[in-house]
């Protein structure tokens, strides 16, 4: 069975441009989550979504970031104007009923 | 809010040798407790959970307790192999019974 699926696996920008981080969940999985992952913070939750809809966004740090699931099959993560301080490895989960999460292998991105 | 404590940062180990690593948690109403195991450049795969309705579980050399008086649950690995080396998250389920909150992780390492 096919895995959380995440595009790009690593994306290097310079700061101000804007950037598109892409998630397929797991087929049949209702739930699906956003984290952030850095050296200082450790793995942050940043929103979730349950059937499509925006559940909980207080971990997004600021208006500029924004995720939006068009469909049960697809998430964006969106982060215009990119900073340095928002490099990190960017992870998605899926989940069925809320447990257990699966997360796919991370974006790694590098904002210069 | 949630909090997750992990103890130790850091762990080396012998080859054959147990390891074990601490967790405690803030939110009594906190039912759901996964371990999860990531390697360099991949996502963290979920290795073990337990309920709070359980005070132990095990899959072959690995197990995980949970004291929840205490508020504090454990991942004891036994026979440790070199490819047991990896980072360690701990995370436990938030009051709505969906969003994880992780430890800061312990970073495992087997020598041969």
């Known amino acids: 069975d096919a895995g959380v699926i995440q595009s790009p696996r690593h994306e290097v920008t310079e700061m101000g441009q804007e950037v598109t981080l892409r998630c397929k969940p797991i087929?049949?999985?209702?739930?699906l989550f956003w984290y952030r992952q850095t050296m200082m913070r450790g793995l942050e939750l940043l929103i979730y979504?349950?059937?499509?809809?925006?559940?909980?966004d207080s971990g997004m740090p600021e208006d500029r970031f924004s995720a939006k699931m068009p469909n049960a099959s697809f998430s964006t993560l969106k982060i215009q104007p990119s900073e340095p301080r928002d490099s990190a490895v960017y992870f998605c989960?899926?989940?069925?009923?809320?447990?257990?999460?699966?997360f796919g292998d991370g974006t790694r991105l590098s904002i210069l | 809010g949630e909090n997750v404590e992990q103890h130790p940062s850091t762990l080396s180990v012998q080859e054959g040798d147990s390891a074990v690593i601490k967790c405690t948690y803030s939110?009594?109403?906190?039912?759901?407790f996964p371990w999860y195991k990531q390697e360099l450049g991949k996502g963290p795969q979920l290795i073990i959970d337990?309920?709070?309705?359980?005070g132990e579980k095990k899959d072959q050399r690995i197990a995980v307790t949970l004291n929840k008086t205490a508020k504090h649950f454990s991942l004891h690995i036994t026979e440790t192999q070199p490819e047991d080396s990896a980072v360690y998250f701990c995370?436990?389920?938030?009051?709505?019974?969906?969003?994880?909150?992780f430890g800061k992780g312990t970073t495992l390492s087997v020598s041969s």
């Open positions: 989960a899926s989940s069925l009923g809320g447990q257990p999460q699966h």
């Open positions: 087929s049949g999985h209702d739930y």
């Open positions: 979504f349950n059937n499509n809809v925006p559940i909980d």
């Open positions: 939110d009594s109403a906190s039912n759901y």
């Open positions: 337990i309920r709070s309705n359980v």
């Open positions: 995370a436990a389920m938030d009051q709505a019974g969906t969003a994880l909150i």
